[in-house]
């Protein structure tokens, strides 16, 4: 193997690594102090904008996930559930939007998708926190 290339591998392995020690560093952000917060009102135009092309339960949704409801959402996918009402620091679907923990678990994927910004985060933790009704 030439030296770029292992100079290049080197680089990419650092900067994952990097990357995902500065998400384990505790970057989530702090849930909205909105009180009153719905998945109906507040939660599900966050998951159509950002979630539904790929969690939509009115098709095959990936990982058996369905964001389109309160009850596909409090659901979880089949691996277990994904939101831990009364706390959303512990729940994987925060998580995986803040982009905590294991870098293949990070949402959403795909081509032109974009993280979800510390406001969406922030009210998604106030739902969830709220007992995420």
Do not use: Y
């Amino acid at each position: 193997m030439n030296p770029t290339k292992i100079t290049v591998a080197a680089l990419a392995v650092a900067l994952g690594m990097t990357l995902a020690a500065t998400a384990q560093d505790g970057k989530m952000p702090p849930a909205s102090d909105k009180t009153g917060v719905t998945f109906a009102t507040d939660i599900k135009p966050i998951f159509e904008a950002s979630c539904l092309k790929c969690h939509d339960g009115t098709k095959k949704p990936k990982a058996g996930l369905a964001l389109d409801t309160l009850e596909g959402t409090l659901k979880g996918s089949r691996d277990g559930k994904v939101v831990t009402p009364g706390d959303s620091a512990n729940s994987d679907l925060v998580k995986s939007v803040a982009h905590i923990g294991d870098p293949d678990g990070f949402m959403p994927k795909g081509k032109g998708a974009k993280p979800l910004t510390s406001d969406q985060i922030a009210l998604i933790r106030a739902w969830i926190d709220q007992g995420a009704k």
